[in-house]
């Protein structure tokens, strides 16, 4: 028996191709936005450790305090590729 396969009634356009309808846009952000974005993930990394520490999960907190560098390090090579003005 053939299937034929028929095309999605809907299809996004732009940079959130896997968007399924009614989902909010994905906005391209601008560098220092993403830096931002970074250094907060870093530091949420961060707290949910000492989360996981308090509550004796060791291995959870190793994981989630070794995570946090990374986000830093790519702050970081943003910051070094897209060379921003220094801040004030």
Not at 19 to 28: L, T, Y
Not at 66 to 75: E, F, G, L, N, S
Request: overall charge positive.
């Amino acid at each position: 028996m053939f299937i034929a396969i028929a095309r999605p009634a809907v299809e996004p356009i732009g940079p959130d191709a896997v968007a399924v309808p009614g989902s909010p846009a994905i906005h391209d952000l601008t560098p220092r936005a993403l830096h931002a974005r970074l250094l907060e993930n870093a530091a949420q990394r961060r707290l949910r450790g000492v989360e996981r520490k308090r509550a004796d999960r060791h291995e959870d907190a190793d994981y989630w305090l070794h995570a946090a560098p990374v986000a830093v390090r790519k702050a970081c090579a943003l910051r070094e590729e897209r060379s921003f003005a220094p801040l004030p």
